[in-house]
């Protein structure tokens, strides 16, 4: 009952529920070179320990299909499955935690856990969570340390206190060159001190997201994860898809691209192949999150 009044509430406040979600979406297998389902992810998932789902931040109906992956993932895999969010820092699993265990109050987590601005979005993945027992891993470098890193590169972080580890990855953290580097550097427009300080903090982002990701798996021997990011850390399976697989090459990563396109009612999906496993166009007409 709890999972279909989950779905029932998630659809109306999306606001896609009159409109029939599907079709306001498309799945592309890169490797089948065919159309498919969710359900066809779900069920790839039986070989594979980590799923990345690449979002644009403000996409409705992306949001939609993190929930309803989550959902099916979880009912596949009863007991194998946990979640990962970019949008939670590492600082405060604690108060993620006591929320998922009926310890605090709503008001408190969303307060107390520095929740984006756009919370209602993944509100509905936090509150499956909760009702069904999932664990979830807030992976990502809190702000601070991302300012820090801004200002002062990667280098300031050996500046910090031994107990400033329990929430960042070792370092040195290298900063990654080549494709990664020339992706960056197009869409901030230019290569210099000042893009290279913001890629740095990109590169923070990454390694501290694979580490967090990988020090759970290695703590929950043969649980799966589901992780969601912005598409930029997992496309082309660089990023953080790249570091967790450093981490730890025996993990078999899949991942999937989602972002809304004007080429919707009639993909090339040819012009994609490279960005992921999966490919999910959204239907651009769909008013977005913010």
Do not use: C
């Amino acid at each position: 009952m709890k999972i279909i009044l989950f779905v029932f509430v998630l659809a109306i406040s999306t606001g896609l529920y009159a409109q029939g979600i599907s079709s306001h979406y498309k799945i592309y297998d890169v490797k089948k070179q065919k159309p498919i389902s969710i359900d066809d992810i779900v069920a790839d998932m039986a070989h594979a320990d980590v799923l990345f789902f690449g979002e644009d931040h403000n996409d409705s109906v992306g949001h939609y299909l993190e929930a309803e992956l989550l959902k099916k993932l979880h009912l596949k895999y009863p007991l194998k499955m946990a979640l990962s969010l970019e949008m939670f820092p590492t600082d405060v699993q604690l108060e993620v935690d006591e929320y998922l265990a009926g310890l605090i109050s709503e008001k408190n987590f969303i307060k107390e856990s520095r929740v984006w601005g756009n919370y209602k979005d993944y509100r509905p993945l936090i509150e499956y969570a909760k009702q069904n027992g999932l664990k979830v891993i807030a992976a990502n470098a809190a702000t601070r340390y991302s300012n820090a890193v801004t200002f002062g590169g990667l280098k300031v972080l050996e500046k910090f206190p031994k107990t400033a580890f329990n929430f960042l990855p070792p370092t040195p953290i290298d900063t990654v060159q080549g494709r990664y580097y020339e992706k960056f550097t197009a869409t901030l427009g230019g290569h210099g001190m000042g893009t290279m300080k913001i890629y740095q903090t990109q590169n923070l982002w990454d390694a501290t997201m694979a580490w967090s990701i990988n020090n759970f798996i290695k703590a929950n021997k043969g649980m799966k994860v589901l992780q969601l990011n912005g598409r930029f850390h997992s496309d082309e399976k660089l990023g953080t898809l790249a570091r967790l697989k450093q981490l730890n090459p025996k993990l078999e990563i899949l991942n999937i691209s989602s972002f809304s396109d004007e080429g919707f009612t009639d993909p090339k999906w040819e012009k994609f192949g490279q960005l992921a496993d999966y490919i999910i166009i959204t239907d651009p007409t769909v008013k977005r999150s913010y």
